[in-house]
């Protein structure tokens, strides 16, 4: 048998664990002079990932496939309970965040803070300042701004957390520095696994097709001036003279645009680049193709260029592209749902 002084040992408590953090979600870089400023080290800035939004036709059609169907769904705001009381909070948030501007509502609808939110698919992440406000004896939200990540930089705790904003940009007619408190902040991150605290563009992998992409075009349309007016080589008579030569040279660099020119006696006129030329248009449509593989819409290439596919094939890729919508609908719910909505029950109820 077992003697006493075992039996209570064994029925000892279990000790509390500690509650101190002991590492860092930092990254390897030192902290900045700036407060512990995080410090972006990608060689992808958000401004580059805006340019190829604003510049690609691809690319904005995907991003407007994955934002869309968001954008287009209903929202409400529900309560954890089924008391009387929950239900009536979760009703007035819902009405507060609904309530048009003109109506003493917030001055950035709240679809509105939504589709800038969605930003953070293509930058990364989409951070906002928190404006208060007092109506009818409660406290909400004036507005919810948008603020560009081309002029704000993320702000670390010691450990690695968000610690709020830095924005560097004109306010008014001056140039300043500020600093937007964690309690003011509101920032949705996209693929935060990646990147504690700016997240990582879904469009990161689609940046180097779009690279490619730019250059093959670029050479595309050399190659259709070269094909539309040829390369034209003249050849001289002898003892011909410089004036004549070059009077000559002038009257056919005018082929290109007038239907004949007069060669003198002793001259002969010949072209370059009259062989079969290199066919670039596979190479784009596979940066194309790339594109929309790396965000899982493979499907809006089917039936164009050199692309087919069957109904079914379609069907597939749509059906496995809306469960990753539903995902980024679900992370952005998560976000408004820990770090904003709170904001309204804690300063009302």
Known sequence: MRRISEILNLAKPIAKPDTIEIGTSRSGSLPSFFEEEYVDTDKVKAKDLKKMLDSDGTIQALYNTIVMPILGSNWTIEPD??????????????????????????????????????RAVVEGYAGFEKVFAIY???????????????????????????????????????????????ERSFVYTYGKEFNNLKGRS??????????KKR???????????????????????????????????????????????????????????????????????FHNAEMARSVLAMFILLGTGSKTGSYSLSQDQSDFFIQALMSIRKSLEQHITSYLIPDLYKYNY
């Open 81 to 118: 309970n089924d008391s009387p009381k929950a239900q009536e909070q979760s009703a007035w948030v819902e009405e507060t965040l609904r309530m048009p501007p003109h109506k003493d509502g917030m001055s950035t609808p709240f679809e509105l803070v939504i589709a800038q939110a969605l």
């Open 215 to 285: 250059r093959l075009l670029y050479f595309s349309e050399q190659q259709a001036q070269s094909d539309a007016i040829k390369l034209k080589i003249l050849k001289g008579k002898e003892r011909a003279s410089q004036d004549e030569l070059d009077a000559t040279v002038a009257a056919v660099d005018e082929l290109g645009f007038k239907a004949t020119v007069g060669i003198p006696e002793g001259y002969d006129l010949d072209t370059l680049n009259s062989g079969s030329t290199f066919d670039l248009l596979p190479l784009i449509e």
């Open 202 to 211: 879904a469009f990161l992998a689609a940046y180097n097709s779009y690279d």
């Open 136 to 182: 009818e004896g409660k406290v909400v939200f004036k507005k919810i701004a948008w603020r560009d990540p081309t002029t704000v930089s993320m702000r670390s705790d010691e450990r690695g957390g968000f610690n709020g904003m830095r924005q560097r940009a004109f306010i008014g007619n001056s140039y300043m520095d500020v600093i937007i408190p964690l």
